[in-house]
């Protein structure tokens, strides 16, 4: 295991250690090759998330080679589509030299894209008439990878030319066979001058890195790949990538992998990073000794074998499970509506989530649910922990969706604005149905509020429209005799709010208490510009300000109008200053009941914590 604390020291030890590794040779079968300095060595490796770190000659630039295959397989799987360049190749590992002659005996189709005959028929599938716009073709397509327009060395790419008549051979072979159509030595041409893309070992990470992010180059956020074919481009890298050590390779390090004999290595860790080693000594196979040194031991160091299980998902994501009778939206309600949802809300089932919904872990919930729903009539899901949706995980979710749906539950998720694809999923899937889960509600609070709404409705009780015409139906007004409650109505002002009016401002002097006589306010917190958190609600029937009644506070929150609103104000100065006598009565009485309440208020909450912790 590593002990050091940075990955750059990590790094830099890491090229001290090999530097020292002689042995292999420069390759010399492209006479130009041979002039390269041979003790070049230098290590790149790029995150997903675009951090780049380097060691030593991380920027020599060197030919690219065999690593282009990898890249241009990958264009010419987007411009002719999968099928048609299955006609013209396979995939399947040759366990030959990379410039064998490895054709599928019959049709002449090469084994694979990563061994030269495969190359030069993907070379001739990318888009263009022209040798010169098949290149051009090429270069953008790997300026996408690169964020930099790439050169051609044109001493190499002259040697190979006037050198390589075994790739000609091949060429003209493949031209006998129909797999290249028209004259073989333009797409021939092609492939010389793609091998002879100078790169550096900086700029193979950061391709790598693009593959190991989906497709998507990290640092430009600009796409190199669709989506669906990066999965195909890495997997014959995986299986072919190295040459007949392919095998060994896959074994030892566990990543797929692409060489060059101009001396470099790339190698991607999916989801994670990729990693570029440049060190022109290659072993008998072809393949850069340090390179395959400096992966090998980074490997092992870390435990980055992508066979390797780093994680499981079967602990469950579960984070509590309870009832609308148990737990209650922030909404304070009437009391009638109150004792309703206590006794009805075991109709409506809530699970929040934590963490990674893979295919184990979305297991666990759709057999939880499952289970579960046989008497209720709603699931609230609570995404809103969530950090992951993938695709396995997104697909289990939407078909337990569309099994509940099927049996006539209502659903609501919270939370799914996180989760684009998964609410793409289901939006795509229930398309012009009816009742589709309700997707739009940000947060938890909203999702369960809406769900009481649907059963107190289903119930005839006032929702939306509830007043609460009359002071005595108040909690705050309990045990008032009618000469208080007509000193109270004598005290009190009304104000009306528009739907989204403000009707106090977190630091304004608390001045009112306020009586909600009709609609719903909210009290919010504004996090910044754009974002605020619901601390709570109220509906008519219920007092809010009460800091009011004690002197030199300040609003703690933002209060806004849910609804068209109606309130009753009520300033405690006047009421303490009121010469009536019985007015110091009513102001106790007050009092009394708002610490009541506030007891209560907080009995609930401990009652609600038991839940959420069992
Ligand atoms: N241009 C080289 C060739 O075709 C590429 C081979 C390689 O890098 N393995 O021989």
Not at 72 to 82: N, P, Q
Not at 295 to 324: E, N, Q
Request: some cysteine.
């Amino acid at each position: 295991m590593v002990k050091t604390t940075s990955f750059q020291h990590y790094l830099d030890q890491l090229l001290e250690r090999f530097a020292s590794l002689q042995g292999g040779a420069v390759a010399n079968y492209i006479p130009e090759l041979s002039t390269v300095e041979p003790d070049g060595f230098g290590i790149a490796l790029v995150t997903v998330d675009g951090h780049v770190y380097q060691a030593g000659d991380s920027r020599t630039a060197f030919t690219i080679q065999s690593i282009s295959k990898a890249f241009v397989y990958g264009m010419a799987l987007e411009d002719r589509g999968v099928e048609t360049v299955a006609a013209r190749m396979d995939v399947e590992p040759s366990g030959e030299a990379f410039n064998s002659i490895s054709l599928e005996p019959g049709t002449g189709r090469p084994r694979n894209p990563m061994i030269n005959a495969g190359a030069i028929v993907a070379t001739s599938l990318v888009k263009g008439e022209a040798a010169e716009d098949r290149l051009e073709r090429i270069l953008d397509g790997l300026e996408r990878y690169t964020g930099r327009r790439l050169g051609i060395n044109e001493a190499v790419y002259r040697s190979e030319r006037d050198t390589g008549h075994r790739n000609r051979a091949i060429a003209h072979l493949l031209r006998n066979y129909d797999i290249l159509q028209g004259d073989p030595e333009s797409p021939l041409d092609a492939y010389f001058r793609q091998c002879a893309i100078e790169v550096t070992a900086r700029d193979l990470a950061l391709m790598g890195a693009a593959l190991a992010n989906d497709g998507v180059n990290p640092i430009t956020a600009v796409r190199a790949l669709p989506s669906p074919l990066v999965p195909r481009v890495l997997s014959v890298m995986a299986t072919c990538g190295m040459y007949d050590w392919s095998g060994n390779w896959i074994f030892e390090v566990g990543m797929p992998a692409k060489s060059g004999v101009g001396g470099g290595i790339v190698a991607v860790l999916p989801g994670q990073f990729g990693l570029a080693v440049y060190s022109p000594r290659l072993d008998p196979k072809g393949n850069s000794l340090r390179g395959i040194a400096v992966c090998r031991a980074m490997s092992r160091d870390f435990g980055m074998h992508m066979l390797r299980v780093s994680r499981t998902t079967t602990h469950s994501v579960i984070r509590a499970t309870y009832t609308a009778a148990e737990v209650h939206s922030n909404l304070l309600r009437d009391e009638r509506s109150t004792r309703h949802l206590r006794a009805e809300g075991h109709r409506a089932l809530v699970i929040e989530l934590t963490g990674e919904l893979m295919f184990v872990s979305a297991e666990i919930v759709s057999s939880t649910v499952a289970a579960a729903m046989k008497d209720r009539d709603w699931l609230v899901l609570d995404l809103t922990r969530v950090t992951a949706i993938d695709q396995p995980g997104g697909s289990l979710l939407t078909a337990l969706l569309e099994e509940l749906q099927g049996h006539g539950k209502g659903v609501v998720v919270a939370g799914s604005d996180r989760h684009f694809a998964f609410r793409q999923a289901v939006r795509t899937r229930f398309h012009g149905q009816e009742r589709p889960p309700r997707l739009d509600d940000t947060d938890m609070d909203r999702a369960l509020e809406f769900v009481e709404d649907r059963i107190l409705e289903s119930a005839g009780l006032p929702v939306q429209d509830f007043h609460a015409e009359r002071l005595e139906d108040q909690p705050l007004c309990r045990g008032l005799d009618p000469s208080e409650l007509a000193l109270l109505a004598e005290l009190l002002t009304p104000r009306k709010f528009q739907a989204g009016e403000r009707v106090c401002r977190e630091g304004d002097s608390a001045d009112r208490v306020y009586f909600l006589k009709k609609g719903r306010v909210s009290a919010s917190l504004r996090l910044d510009s754009k974002h605020d958190h619901r601390l709570g609600a109220y509906a008519a029937g219920w007092v809010f300000g009460e800091s009011a009644f004690f002197e030199g506070h300040r609003r703690t929150a933002d209060i806004v109008a849910d609804t068209a609103v109606e309130l009753l104000a009520l300033d405690p100065e006047a009421l303490a200053r009121h010469p009536d006598a019985a007015a110091r009565g009513l102001r106790c009485r007050l009092l009394a009941n708002l610490a009541e309440l506030n007891f209560e208020r907080l009995g609930r909450a401990n009652s609600e914590i038991r839940v959420l912790t069992r």
